[in-house]
């Protein structure tokens, strides 16, 4: 079964606005990744975050992860319409688990 | 450098078919990951090879799926006979070593069972 849960499943918000996407997770990780996947393609990697972190950013996004609420979010800053996507929070570790994904929406 | 390979993209059949897909991974990639990702839903591994070893197969249904990673580069994905509920789009990653690590995915195949 999918040990990752993405929240909210669907998320549309206007261009220029944020979007935040959480994750959470049942048993201990070795790191926990993001990918994007644009509707009929694979998945493109965006931020792996490992279990000592607390924070990472990449340009536009910045990703935070506790531990102690097994949870993770990815924040979007200053949306685009390119940003248009399905989001997944991936648990890392002997085996990599997919949640179910964040659709979002960005209207131009 | 050179991205994760797959073919065919596409790929109707009938039920009880069978059919194959080819994966080939980036250059030096030691380990393998096959995923089926249904409409809606996140993928799920089916098989994870690490080399030409597996290191985890629990989820592939192994009465109809079958695997094989020869020479330790090139994999193939096989379902004999293929059932309604396969229609997925099947995935193709790799790693450098490790689940630990950046997994980089292909652009899938897209099989509909009929």
């Known amino acids: 079964s999918q040990q990752g849960e993405e929240d909210p499943q669907a998320l549309s918000i206007q261009e220029g606005e944020n979007a935040t996407m959480n994750c959470s997770y049942k048993t201990s990780i070795n790191n926990l990744q993001w990918y994007r996947q644009n509707s009929g393609r694979g998945l493109v990697h965006l931020i792996l975050?490992?279990?000592?972190?607390r924070e990472k950013h990449s340009g536009r996004l910045r990703v935070t992860l506790d531990t102690s609420k097994k949870s993770s979010s990815l924040l979007i800053t200053a949306s685009r319409a390119a940003d248009t996507a399905s989001y997944f929070c991936?648990?890392?570790?002997?085996?990599?688990?997919f949640g179910a994904g964040t659709r979002l929406f960005v209207k131009a | 450098e050179a991205g994760v390979a797959q073919s065919p993209r596409y790929k109707i059949i009938e039920k009880r078919q069978s059919v194959a897909f080819w994966c080939n991974p980036i250059s030096g990639h030691a380990t393998l990951y096959w995923y089926q990702q249904i409409l809606g839903q996140g993928p799920k591994l089916l098989i994870q090879f690490q080399n030409n070893g597996v290191v985890d197969d629990s989820q592939l249904p192994k009465d109809r799926f079958s695997a094989e990673r020869l020479k330790g580069v090139d994999s193939t994905l096989k379902i004999q006979p293929a059932k309604l509920e396969d229609s997925a789009v099947y995935l193709c990653a790799s790693s450098l070593q490790s689940a630990i690590e950046t997994q980089y995915f292909g652009p899938g195949t897209r099989l509909l069972v009929l």
């Open positions: 975050i490992r279990s000592n972190e």
């Open positions: 991936a648990r890392g570790g002997f085996k990599t688990i």
